[in-house]
């Protein structure tokens, strides 16, 4: 390349946060270049779900973040994006199987209720006019009609075609640029420089690499998860359905295989049952007892399951950060370099929020949210 590109801002990433990221900086204004070593929706984003949810979120950050992620997704579909990423408003449901879980349930969705959720409880006698197909005897759950769905891959893609950024995909990040007086200057390429005064690090799973390579520690790890996806049936699963203790799975810190059935239909017809973590690096081997325990936990909430076919599996790394907090906004470190990555298994759901967050933080504006509790720079530098 003889000549550098020039721009604004750098994206590192072409998953859904760094393409939030590149068209919220273009409705700021800023012109930006997306760079990833693989296709659009390589990472993270291509092996997901697609969840946009707000009912697994306890009060905080995160919950806040995903409310305005959520006016956000909703804003793009209605204006037109709809469609293009399969925008589906279909609520979600959180069933509970006994009454301890039930009150555990009943207490996170007053809390919930306070910070904005409509949580609306469902009494027994009542799930099945919501899911006419899930297992009797359950103690009752909660209906959340502000969750939602989108297809990823889609999501990611329309959101760079709106942005009209400039993508350059199958191109590796070898360094970030920085000036004498320690301020970024743009990125290092295996294929030449791209300047700009600002670098967002959007590179999910590989948010420690690039983080790294501008000179700074954060302790992204990869937190392993399968999705199971059945034969195309009829519409037979209305909403987002899981179990209570999800939430608690979500928020765990163990290394060993957690397993909570999340079960959903897709606009195609088959069913996608999910959701298993487990941190064990980045080793892709198929794990027999995940699946297992997948297929199990959704036939206990679906009897009908049971007499599907599951056509295939697959695997992906959520981008997990040691408090379950993203990384969003400037680095202090390295002036210049902003962070957006660590969302973990709700990456979908909290672009649309994060991408608007980092470009006020480009522009110079106030955030909408406080970004103190995503700070880049909170953990100690030995935790990396």
Not at 116 to 138: K, Q, S, T, W
Not at 143 to 161: E, F, G, K, T
Not at 190 to 216: F, L, M, S
Not at 294 to 321: H, I, Q
Request: aromatic share 4%; charged share 20%.
């Amino acid at each position: 390349m003889s000549e550098p590109l020039t721009c604004d801002v750098v994206v590192v990433g072409a998953g859904v946060v760094g393409a939030a990221c590149a068209l919220y900086a273009a409705r700021a204004g800023l012109d930006s270049v997306v760079v990833d070593r693989g296709p659009v929706a390589g990472g993270t984003t291509g092996a997901g779900e697609g969840n946009l949810l707000v009912s697994d979120k306890e009060p905080g950050p995160e919950l806040d973040l995903a409310l305005l992620s959520a006016r956000l997704w909703a804003e793009l579909a209605r204006d037109g994006l709809g469609k293009a990423v399969e925008y589906e408003a279909k609520g979600g449901v959180v069933v509970a199987g006994t009454g301890e879980a039930l009150a555990g349930l009943e207490e996170l969705a007053a809390g919930q209720r306070a910070a904005g959720v409509e949580a609306v409880p469902v009494p027994p006698d009542r799930l099945a006019d919501l899911e006419p197909y899930l297992a009797p005897g359950l103690a009752g759950g909660v209906h959340y009609p502000q969750d939602a769905q989108v297809m990823p891959a889609l999501a990611a893609a329309h959101l760079l075609r709106v942005s009209e950024a400039r993508l350059l995909t199958g191109r590796q990040v070898t360094g970030v640029l920085r000036g004498p007086d320690g301020a970024v200057r743009g990125v290092r390429t295996d294929r030449g420089d791209i300047h700009a005064p600002a670098v967002v690090n959007a590179a999910g799973t590989w948010g420690g690499e690039v983080a790294a390579r501008a000179g700074v520690s954060l302790p992204v790890l990869p937190r392993r998860g399968f999705v199971l996806v059945t034969e195309p049936l009829p519409p037979r699963v209305r909403h987002k359905v899981y179990a209570a203790d999800y939430v608690a799975d979500v928020a765990s810190d163990s290394a060993a295989l957690q397993t909570s059935p999340v079960v959903e239909g897709t606009p195609a017809g088959p069913v996608l049952i999910g959701a298993s973590r487990e941190r064990v690096g980045f080793d892709r081997s198929l794990s027999l007892p995940a699946l297992r325990a997948l297929a199990a936990g959704a036939t206990r909430l679906f009897p009908f399951l049971a007499g599907v076919r599951a056509m295939r599996t697959y695997a992906g790394f959520r981008p997990y950060l040691p408090d379950h907090l993203p990384a969003i906004g400037p680095d202090p470190r390295a002036p210049g370099l902003l962070h957006a990555c660590g969302h973990e298994g709700a990456g979908v759901g909290l672009a649309t929020g994060t991408g608007h967050l980092i470009a006020q933080a480009l522009t110079g504006r106030t955030p909408d949210l406080d970004l103190a509790p995503f700070r880049p720079d909170r953990f100690p530098e030995e935790a990396e």
